[in-house]
T-cell receptor, first 113, second 113 residues
């Protein structure tokens, strides 16, 4: 079983909709939780980063972490066509030998005008 | 602006060839990573390095090796390229702590024929 599970979609929503993206994980050692956005033919870029359980807001984006359920979410309000991309959750379990990111498979999102 | 540069965007190699993928970062980051990205499988960690001359195996190291002789450069080597190594290869770097962003290069699309 992969340590980080994410529904690959694709997810198609109309412009203005609220989007909910989710990941579950099995490794209790994960401490840092991130969402990356990847546009076609580009490398991933960090969108949101959280450390503790709870919510973190940045403009139209809200990242939510529930460590007790091993569940993280990304909400996008008032979605725009420019939000169309693949969204990857990523997690880090710090160790003496570094901080490698463990990724979900990514969810492909299409926001239609 | 952090920059992670991969030497090639597109590469076509023959089966059995030795292939070198080069990655250079300009932010003095301790950690460097090599991932491959495949449809339906997401980003999978091949190798990472947390210091010069140090390396750790990721989830799928078989058929690959790495070299980090200088802090800014992390090379991925395919000793004898095979068709199942056709993929998008992404290099990333991050600073020492886990609570920092990983920056990705643009990726190298490798095709082995």
């Amino acid at each position: 079983q992969k340590e980080v599970e994410q529904d690959p979609g694709p997810l198609s929503v109309p412009e203005g909709a609220i989007v909910s993206l989710n990941c579950t994980y099995s490794n209790s050692a994960f401490q840092y939780f991130m969402w990356y956005r990847q546009y076609s033919r580009k490398g991933p870029e960090l969108l949101m980063y959280t450390y503790s359980s709870g919510n973190k807001e940045d403009g139209r984006f809200t990242a939510q972490v529930d460590k007790s359920s091993k569940y993280i979410s990304l909400f996008i309000r008032d979605s725009q066509p420019s939000d169309s991309a693949t969204y990857l959750c990523a997690m880090i379990a710090p160790s003496n030998s570094g901080y490698a990111l463990n990724f979900g498979k990514g969810t492909s999102l299409l926001v239609t005008p | 602006d952090v920059k992670v540069t991969q030497s090639s965007r597109y590469l076509v190699k023959r089966t059995g060839e030795k292939v070198f993928l080069e990655c250079v970062q300009d932010m003095d980051h301790e950690n460097m990573f090599w991932y491959r990205q495949d449809p339906g499988l997401g980003l999978r960690l091949i190798y990472f390095s947390y210091d010069v001359k140090m390396k750790e195996k990721g989830d799928i190291p078989e058929g690959y090796s790495v070299s980090r002789e200088k802090k800014e450069r992390f090379s991925l080597i395919l000793e004898s390229a095979s068709t199942n190594q056709t993929s998008m290869y992404l290099c990333a770097s991050s600073s020492g702590g886990g609570n920092t962003e990983a920056f990705f290069g643009q990726g190298t699309r490798l095709t082995v024929v």
